[in-house]
């Protein structure tokens, strides 16, 4: 999952972490509450609570008031890809299975949302039979059908209207490609996608041409949530989703605003999963992060709706001052630079600039060890089947450039004396602008002039997501993270080196790295059902994705989160990347 990007996700929604770092907090304080020092004494202190819930409340109430520096992709299911949308789109969407409300490694497990059960499977893992809960409505009142998650899931295919979004589902229900999305969809009542049957309102059949193990975790995205069809605006959805959660848009201004209001229509006794507890959920954006923190501290808002951690300027002020009210948690994202191989397509070149690269200094420009992670060496993190946290292929834990080989490297390529690229960074994201300094500075010492081009990052699935615009922009190098969006190797390194997952809007295998080799090991690895033997394939794509030099990672991701002293039920889930859990979110009022 892009985290925010993919940002994900890119999600980001599957989870990685071996040992979640659980964040808390203690309520203290009314009226508009706060984050800063004047709730001090109630808090719990420093990573306080790990692996259980932090003041734990049933009391409804008051306004849950999130902030952010970066927008969505989208807020609509079917093509939010960035990490903290699929956290947040469980107050407005439903789906046939979800994600456990328990912190740390208990949230991974999938249990029954607008389903009886987590589904009947064939004995050969072709067909999946799910029946709705009697009394899952709309938030007009309408009963929610099988048809509408069918509807739904087709949208997904509709990527000349909706681009963007994760396209697992479609590569594994029509990897033929020969359902055109239901905006094309001939058949009169627009649900032509033969691999999925609704023989009655209640009732939803899926059919895979091939069994893949992680499809139940597939089905817990927000991808997979129903839309009814009188009420989808297409390209216009995520303006103003329609909702199955308990909460519902009252209003939205891109890039500034929007609020959440219950949702009178949704039913409790169905829906195990979401507190509900807040009577209003709104959110802030602002363009300046280092504002944002402060206000934060302040108490003017509870918390940082992108996750991504408190920023360097006021990162001091609240480790020395309000550690109580900080968190350190493993996020599971891995942070890195790309390179598309249309700009730069000699696979010497691109090694001379990962040799080159300063991996402590990059590791400084993210926070250093504790704010920005340990050194990253290679695509996999350790928590997913077939890492192995010790292959250094570039020598990166030595925490320095290798001069000499980068030379060597610029050589082969024939460019001894370098060359010029572009880096593309989101201009909302100062540890990314950092990092892109960072590794501009140590190009420099081998002749590589990198410029760097800072981008809205609002448009991100515009921009970097266009193969088109990387191409004619020259991005040579494009600095991002990834999330998983499931807890395999096909959830995390799929959607970034497969090249049938290569888009061209919204895409994330930014490198269009399209090896018939590594495709097939895929292809491999999802028919595999034993884990371990899974992991072996997976290792082996790690493995070819290093040779191909397309990814120079930096860091497995850590973050200082901000969480205010008046939130209840506070704790960050694996099924979340280490983000808070934000549907179990309440305030004291």
């Known amino acids: 999952m892009t985290l925010n990007s993919s940002q994900r996700r890119r999600m980001a929604a599957g989870a990685l972490l071996a040992a979640a770092t659980m964040v808390v907090t203690t309520a203290c304080g009314g009226g508009s509450g706060d984050g800063g020092s004047k709730g001090k004494a109630g808090a719990p202190g420093f990573n306080a609570a790990v692996n259980k819930v932090a003041n734990p409340s049933d009391k409804k109430g008051g306004e849950l008031k999130f902030i952010g520096s970066q927008e969505a992709d989208s807020w609509d299911p079917q093509r939010g890809y960035y990490g903290f949308v699929w956290d947040f789109a469980r107050y407005y969407t439903r789906q046939l299975v979800s994600f456990k409300a328990e912190p740390g490694a208990a949230s991974t497990e999938l249990v029954s949302d607008l389903a009886t059960d987590t589904g009947k499977v064939s004995a050969d893992g ?126 939205y201004t891109p890039n500034k605003s929007m609020l959440l209001v219950r949702n009178d229509k949704w039913d409790a006794k169905t829906d195990t999963i979401r507190k509900a507890l807040p009577d209003k959920i709104s959110v802030k954006f602002t363009t300046n992060a280092d504002d944002m923190d402060n206000r934060l501290v302040e108490g003017e808002y509870d918390l940082d709706l992108n996750a991504t951690g408190v920023g360097a300027a006021a990162r001091a002020k609240v480790l020395q001052q309000h550690k109580e009210n900080a968190d350190n948690p493993q996020t599971g994202f891995i942070r890195y630079a ?131 615009v990387v191409k004619d922009k020259g991005y040579g190098i494009i600095i991002m993270g990834w999330g998983a969006d499931f807890p395999s190797g096909q959830g995390f390194l799929q959607p970034l080196v497969d090249g049938r997952f290569i888009l061209q809007s919204g895409n994330n295998n930014f490198s269009e790295l399209n090896d018939p080799s590594v495709n097939k090991l895929f292809d491999d690895a999802l028919k595999e059902t034993d884990p371990t033997k899974a992991g072996e394939l997976y290792k082996q794509i790690n493995t070819k994705v290093s040779d191909a030099a397309v990814y120079l990672p930096f860091t497995h991701e850590k973050n200082i989160i901000w969480r205010s002293s008046r939130l209840t039920n506070v704790y960050t889930a694996d099924a979340y990347n280490g983000r808070y859990d934000y549907a179990s979110l309440g305030v004291v009022k």
């Not at 479609?170 to 649900?191: A, F, I, N, R």
């Not at 090694?351 to 400084?364: F, G, N």
């Not at 880096?423 to 002039?449: C, F, H, M, P, W």
């Open 126 to 251: 072709l067909t999946y039979t799910f029946t709705l809960k009697d009394g899952v409505t709309w938030e007009d009142g309408k009963p929610i059908t099988s048809k509408d998650i069918k509807y739904g899931i087709e949208r997904i295919w509709a990527q000349d209207v909706i681009s963007g979004g994760p396209i697992y589902l479609q590569q594994v229900l029509d990897p033929k490609m020969e359902y055109k999305g239901p905006y094309k969809d001939t058949s009169p009542d627009k649900l032509g996608l033969k691999a999925i049957e609704t023989p009655d309102d209640k009732t939803i059949i899926f059919k895979l041409p091939v069994a893949n193990g992680d499809f139940l975790q597939m089905l817990a995205m927000p991808a997979a949530s129903p839309v009814r069809q009188d009420k989808d605006t297409k390209a216009q959805y995520g303006l103003k989703p329609f909702s199955s959660g308990p909460y519902k848009w009252q209003s």
């Open 338 to 468: 790309v390179f598309p191989q249309t700009v730069i397509d000699n696979v010497e070149c691109r090694k001379a600039i990962i040799y080159a690269a300063d991996s402590k200094s990059l590791q400084t420009a993210r926070g250093g060890p504790q704010a920005g992670g340990d050194i990253a060496t290679n695509m996999l993190p350790p928590a997913i089947k077939g890492a192995d946290p010790k292959a250094d292929p570039y020598g990166k834990l030595a925490g320095k450039p290798d001069i000499a080989k980068a030379k060597e490297a610029l050589a082969k390529c024939g460019k001894p004396n370098g060359f010029k690229t572009t880096i593309a960074v989101r201009n909302n994201k100062k540890i990314e602008i950092a990092t892109a300094e960072s590794l501009q500075q140590s190009l420099k010492a081998v002749g590589i002039d990198a410029q760097i081009d800072q981008f809205d990052g609002a448009q991100t699935s515009g921009i970097i997501g266009s193969p088109k």
